[in-house]
C-alpha cells in the first residue's frame, strides 16, 4: 500500500524542496501539509489544509500518517522575541509529536540544527536541545533528529546575515576536514533528500544525524 507523509514547514526552504521529493516519489500515494496559506501548488496527491497552529488539535486526524517531517523553524529577528521563537521552534513540533505520537504515526523526523544542546548557554542551540529531549520522552516507534550546519539553497525571502553567512562559510567549508566537516554547510535539498531516505528506512528509536552524515545520506 501507498505510503502517506504528513509535512510541517511545507513552504519553507528544506520544507519546499522536501515537498517536491514527496510528490514525486512514487511510494507515497498521499503528501499532506498543515501551513498558514495555501501554496500556489496542485498535485493529484497533495492535500493542503490551512491551520491555525496554536491549535493544532484541529488537525489530529492529519497525523495518522505512515511519516510527520518537521521542518518549521523561525529565527530571534523574524519571530520578534525570544519568546515567539520558542513557540516556532518548541511548542509547535512538540505539539506535532504528540499528535503523532496519539495518532500512531510510524516515524517523526525534526530538523533541529547543529550544536543542539538543551544545556547550551546559547538561547537557540538550547532551545533546539530541549525540543529534542522532550519530544524523545514521547511514546513515538521512530523519532529521526537532522542536526545540518548552514543551510544553502534559494531563499525568496531575503536574510542579510544568511547572505553573508554563505559568503564566508562556502569557501571555509573546504578547509574543513576530518572531524569538522560537520560544520560544512549544506545544501537544503541534500537535507531534504536525507530525511526522505532516512524516512524509508526500518529503524526503531531515536537517532540524529550532523551535517556531515546528512551530507552523505542525502547525496
Ligand atoms: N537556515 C539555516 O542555516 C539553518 C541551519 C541549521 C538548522 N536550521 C533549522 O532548519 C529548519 C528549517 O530551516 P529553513 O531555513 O528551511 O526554514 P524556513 O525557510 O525559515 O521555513 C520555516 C517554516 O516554518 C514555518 N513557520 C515559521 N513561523 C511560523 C509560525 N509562526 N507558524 C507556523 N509556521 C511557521 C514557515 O511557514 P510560513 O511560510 O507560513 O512562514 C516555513 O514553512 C529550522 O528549524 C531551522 O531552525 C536552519
Redesign the pocket.
Known sequence: MARTALL????????GELLSLLLADQEYGQVTVL???NLPVTHPKLVQRVVN?DQLTDAADAFRADEVFC?????IK??GSQE?FR???YT?PLESARLAAAGGAGKFLL????GADAKSPVFYSRV?GEVEEAIARLPLKTFLIF?????FGN?QEFRLG?KL?ILIWKPLGLLMMGPFRKYRGIQ?RTVAAAMLRKAKENLTGRHQYNSDQIQKTGS
Not at 530538523?111 to 547543529?114: D, H, K, P, R, V
Open positions: 510541517l514547514g511545507a513552504t519553507g526552504l528544506v520544507g501551513v498558514r496559506r497552529f521542518c518549521l523553524g523561525t529565527t523574524k519571530a515567539a513557540k516556532v521552534d509547535y530538523i533541529t540544527s547543529l533546539k542536526r545540518p550546519s548552514f543551510l531563499r544568511e553567512g537544503a
